[in-house]
């Protein structure tokens, strides 16, 4: 098999697999079989944490966000592990003109999870806000991702007490972050490994151009996929932080 069927073979296999994972319905799934509902069938009728959280629970909602990050960055360890450590597919991820391939699909992996989770099979097409899966692709890949959007996702829900604007304005200093990253990292050149999880590994995924336009792609679904609630908020009749202390059950 040449370089160029492996390599449309691991772009088809990448995607499938990591579009089916992020459509998992954790949420759904955890309403239906431990308390014989459909979250879908109350408070804002979404499948995500958030309404979770509103519905079953601050503890079950927390659960949700938790699994909707892993089932995101499942996938996005798996393509690239085997793209670095696997050699005959390591082999292959370096194309002719230079070009070293493999962010390409570890970082897609992200993406079409995240397109899975928000438009899942399972779910007839439908699904969640793609906050989770944003928050796993960066909090769960980088630290200083999880410095700058993680704390910022937890500061605006603490004062304005709204999961929503917290959501978009932690994607958007999340996305400005990866940008400033894969700029400097390209301009200078270095490798930014070490602003990742992996410290110590120099094969940690790189914090390149593939990364920032994932964080901008996977950002405007998540503001797009929040339109009613910008509109809400505008309104004024947004929901608040169901995680908010006086909210808890």
């Not at 390409?104 to 899942?120: N, P, R």
Request: with cysteine; glycine share 8%; aromatic share 14%.
């Amino acid at each position: 098999m040449n370089i160029y069927s492996v390599n449309i073979l691991v772009g088809i296999v990448v995607a499938a697999f990591s579009y089916l994972c992020g459509g998992i319905p954790t949420g759904v799934i955890i309403s239906k079989v431990f308390f014989h509902k459909d979250i879908r069938e109350f408070g804002s009728k979404n499948s995500g944490g958030t309404n979770a959280g509103r519905v079953l629970g601050k503890g079950v909602g927390i659960l949700v966000i938790i699994l909707d990050m892993i089932k995101t960055i499942i996938p996005f360890y798996l393509a690239w592990a085997l793209l670095t450590y696997v050699p005959r597919l390591n082999e292959a991820m370096h194309w002719e003109n230079g070009y070293f391939a493999a962010p390409l699909y570890y970082w897609g992996s992200a993406l079409f999870a995240a397109l899975g989770h928000c438009w899942s099979v399972f779910l007839r097409f439908k699904g969640g806000k793609a906050v989770s899966c944003f928050m796993g692709v960066n909090v769960l890949t980088s630290w200083i991702e999880f410095v700058c959007a993680g704390f910022t996702f937890l500061g605006v829900a603490k004062f304005s007490k709204f999961i929503s604007l917290s959501s978009i304005i932690a994607s958007i200093v999340g996305t400005v972050t990866a940008w400033t990253i894969a700029i400097i990292a390209v301009a200078v050149p270095w490798n930014p490994h070490w602003l990742t999880w992996l410290i110590t590994i120099e094969e940690a995924p790189y914090l390149g151009f593939e990364f920032a336009i994932v964080n901008t792609l996977i950002s405007a679904i998540l503001i797009i996929r929040h339109q009613s609630n910008i509109q809400r908020l505008r309104n004024g009749t947004e929901s608040i932080n169901p995680f908010a202390k006086e909210q808890s059950k």
